[in-house]
């Protein structure tokens, strides 16, 4: 049971998720950057164009579950 606890209090804690968030946000910043994009330009377009990424992540959700789908398929004919 203390092991528990202690799971569900580092994840009910706020400032362990926002340094959480902050290294996540820090790691994918910086592959965008080595790839030519800037960090401030992503950011930008984030917060402008909310509902085109959430368009573009239902797609990639939708894709990913034919993938499987199509694997599953596969393997069972096969």
Do not use: D, H, Q
């Amino acid at each position: 049971m203390k092991t528990r606890e202690c799971i569900k209090r580092v994840i009910t804690n706020k400032w362990i998720r926002m340094m959480a968030l902050a290294i996540v946000a820090a790691i994918v910043f910086s592959y965008l950057y080595s790839r030519g994009i800037s960090p401030v330009w992503t950011a930008v377009a984030i917060v402008c164009f909310r509902g085109f990424f959430r368009f573009i992540y239902k797609i990639a959700c939708f894709l990913l579950a034919v993938a499987i789908l199509f694997c599953i398929l596969s393997y069972l004919v096969f």
